[in-house]
């Protein structure tokens, strides 16, 4: 996997702190091992992005998907919330009308 590369260094701190919603160079961490909402956002991401790129990340998230289920505290708030939620239509789908 070539293009999946690493390039920051993320780490607790020490003490809680605001996200900077104006700084342009701030990661945003998602784990989508532990959170079912970041494994989304990962395979749209991989929708969106260069095709080298997608290609890695679609071999990174069929290894997540048959790994085993491990979910955070955030990961199974989110699971609960995305149980409860009608599944997403296929892609290409047009809606139906009724």
């Known amino acids: 996997m070539p293009e999946l590369t690493r390039r920051y260094i993320v780490m607790a701190?020490?003490?809680?702190a605001p996200f900077d919603t104006h700084d342009p160079e701030a990661p945003f961490?998602?784990?989508?091992?532990?959170?079912?909402?970041?494994?989304r956002a990962?395979?749209?991401?991989?929708?969106?992005?260069y095709p080298e790129l997608a290609a890695d990340l679609t071999g990174w998230i069929r290894v997540i998907s048959s790994g085993a289920k491990v979910r955070g505290g955030v990961g199974a708030r989110n699971e609960m919330h995305l149980a409860a939620r009608p599944p997403p239509a296929p892609r290409g789908a047009s809606p139906r009308r009724t």
């Open 42 to 49: 990962l395979e749209a991401y991989r929708d969106h992005c």
């Open 13 to 16: 701190m020490a003490t809680e």
């Open 29 to 39: 961490v998602l784990k989508p091992w532990k959170d079912p909402a970041a494994l």
